[in-house]
Structure formats: C-alpha cells, structure tokens
Nanobody, 128 residues
Framework: QVQLIESGGGLVQAGGSLRLSCAAS????????MGWFRQAPGKEREFVAV????????DTANSVKGRFTVSRDRVKNTVYLEMNSLKPDDTARYYC?????????????????????WGQGTQVTVSS
C-alpha cells in the first residue's frame, strides 16, 4: 500500500506564500508522476499542478500559472507546491496524488480519475 501525507497548509493573508509538501511512502514500485489538486467548499476538485517523476517536466493550471511552482525530491519521494501571491480564491483543501504508469492520452494528468493514490489533503485558507 502507498501512503501520501500532505503538510504545510494553514492560514495566510492575501499576497502571502505557503509551501506544501507531500511525502510518499510504502510499497512504491512505480512512480510516474505526482500531481496537486484542490477543492473549495461547494466546488469540484480541480487540477493545480503536475510533475513528471523521472524528467521533472511540469505543468500548472492557468489559474495559478506564474504564482505556483511544483518541484520534487526523488530521494525523499516528496513533491512540493510553492504558492506565492496567494488570493482568497486559492482557499481550498489541497490534495496530492500519485500516478504509477504513463499517461494514456494528452492532458490526462489534469483529470483526477487518472491518479492511483491520494492523500488526505491539507487546508489552505487565504484571508483578504
């Protein structure tokens, strides 16, 4: 079994920064990519960022592009989400997810059903 543990969430003022971490542990035989999603109250879970585990290629949602950066530490099996210039609209529960095999279609990484394991999430609240 694979466990994903997120940390780093909290309360921050608009314009501030936070760094989220997600550590993967357990029986990890294959790790192809890790992604970040978020879900605000009353809204669907949405894609935030993804990173390819071997080549470090990344993509971020348009809503956070230029403000959020995803990175990883392959030794620690940890993915990070650096969030800057935070806005109240960024308030949500942030989840990390792990994909064990290659994507099967373009843009598949942005759809939550294409991930194999999920963490419990960490809350980010941005006050105005």
């Amino acid at each position: 079994q694979v466990q994903l543990i997120e940390s780093g969430g909290g309360l921050v003022q608009a314009g501030g920064s936070l760094r989220l971490s997600c550590a993967a542990s357990g029986r990890i035989f294959m790790l192809y990519a890790m992604g970040w999603f978020r879900q605000a109250p009353g809204k669907e879970r949405e894609f935030v960022a993804v990173i390819g585990w071997s080549d470090g290629s990344t993509d971020t949602a348009n809503s956070v592009k230029g403000r959020f950066t995803v990175s990883r530490d392959r030794v620690k099996n940890t993915v990070y989400l650096e969030m800057n210039s935070l806005k109240p609209d960024d308030t949500a529960r942030y989840y990390c997810a792990l994909r064990t095999g290659p994507w099967r279609s373009n843009g598949a990484y942005s759809r939550q059903e294409n991930y194999d394991y999920w963490g419990q999430g960490t809350q980010v609240t941005v006050s105005s």
